[in-house]
């Protein structure tokens, strides 16, 4: 559901950071990527973006968050430099040409755990945090964190959560939709109302691999077939899943902005305890992940049906009929 960005608390966010930093700080966070891809019309931002100046070979997402911003009026942003798009950097000096101010923020590639405490130490302080107020916010936000747990275990275990509602929850974790009491409310209604359900009887268990997708009805496709995902990978990061009481050892073991190492480990042991049939591997056009397809290939024991998305919009009737495809392949390979 689309928000109201009129608030100058307003914190944007241009990919997952530590979060707790901005509610302690009395400040909102709002991930721009899930307010671009839920606008009603998020081709129109775009089209916008590329009136601008945008050229066609630049990821949607960028020129998403760009309209985002400037029609939303954000006036501050964290922006990833480093472990995310690197296209941010360049944007993010556009953002600030047009009066933004940009946070800046680097995951270490090689997980040096001093380089990035030093990271969370200088948001905290750009924002003028206290550390107790930071990890007062950590245990409100690790208590939302254990039930959208649960909401993963309802997915893979019991079968009584779709692949998209799945996907949903743990991609709105990344700032628990702005406000976290209305979404553990929110979440704690829709827990209920699941473990009410039969549960699910799709014949093919899926993961699904990278960066969430701007294709629309994905799921729904997936599922018209007589398959389901049952493993969201990287939305699932989002929700931080591996508990600790240390906020900076929280964010060393989210695998998104690091090597493929700690990625491949999560996808391996998700083979292994949710039973999975077949890959489904995400890519978005123009961005430097694509090529972490050869290696997912490489690694991992599982066939791997590779869909490349590119503006937003529903999905089309080629990715269909290769998802169709897929799935009989692999219920002739299960029954067989």
């Known amino acids: 559901m689309a928000r109201s960005l009129k608030n100058p608390s307003f914190v944007g966010l241009t990919s997952t950071i530590p979060v707790e930093v901005i509610f302690a700080a009395g400040l909102t966070p709002v991930d721009l990527n899930n307010i671009f891809i839920s606008a009603d019309v998020p081709e129109q931002l775009v089209r916008g973006a590329e009136s601008a100046g945008f050229s066609h070979n630049i990821c949607a997402w960028i020129k998403g968050i760009y309209a985002v911003t400037l029609s939303h009026h954000v006036k501050t942003i964290v922006a990833v430099f480093g472990g995310d798009c690197s296209h941010t950097v360049a944007l993010a000096e556009v953002l600030e040409r047009r009066g933004v101010r940009v946070i800046p923020f680097h995951y270490p590639l090689d997980r040096d755990r001093k380089f990035l405490e030093l990271q969370i130490d200088g948001l905290r302080r750009s924002l003028s945090a206290t550390w107790d107020d930071v990890y007062q916010a950590k245990s409100k936000l690790d208590r939302i964190r254990g039930k959208l747990q649960e909401l993963d275990r309802l997915t893979y275990r019991e079968d009584v959560i779709s692949g998209w509602e799945n996907h949903f929850y743990l ?157 009989e392949m692999l219920k002739d390979k299960k029954s067989g």
């Open 171 to 327: 991609v709105s974790s990344s700032d628990f939709n702005s406000d976290p009491d209305v979404f553990e409310g929110n979440l704690d209604a829709f827990l209920d109302e699941a473990r009410q359900r039969e549960p699910r009887g799709e014949e093919i268990r899926l993961g699904y691999l990278g960066v969430p997708p701007i294709l629309g009805e994905l799921y729904e496709t997936v599922e018209n077939f007589g398959g389901r995902v049952v493993f969201n990978e990287t939305q699932r990061q989002f929700s931080m899943p591996y508990r600790d009481d240390d906020i900076v050892n929280v964010y060393l073991k989210y695998t998104y902005p690091y090597d493929i190492g700690g990625r491949l480990e999560d996808i391996r042991e998700a083979i292994r305890t949710r039973s999975l049939d077949g890959l489904i591997h995400y890519t978005q056009t123009f961005c430097f992940r694509q090529i972490y397809d050869i290696i997912l290939r490489e690694s991992l024991p599982l066939p791997i049906l590779t869909l490349e998305g590119d503006r937003p919009g529903k999905i089309d009737g080629r990715t269909a009929f290769r998802l169709e495809a897929f799935i």
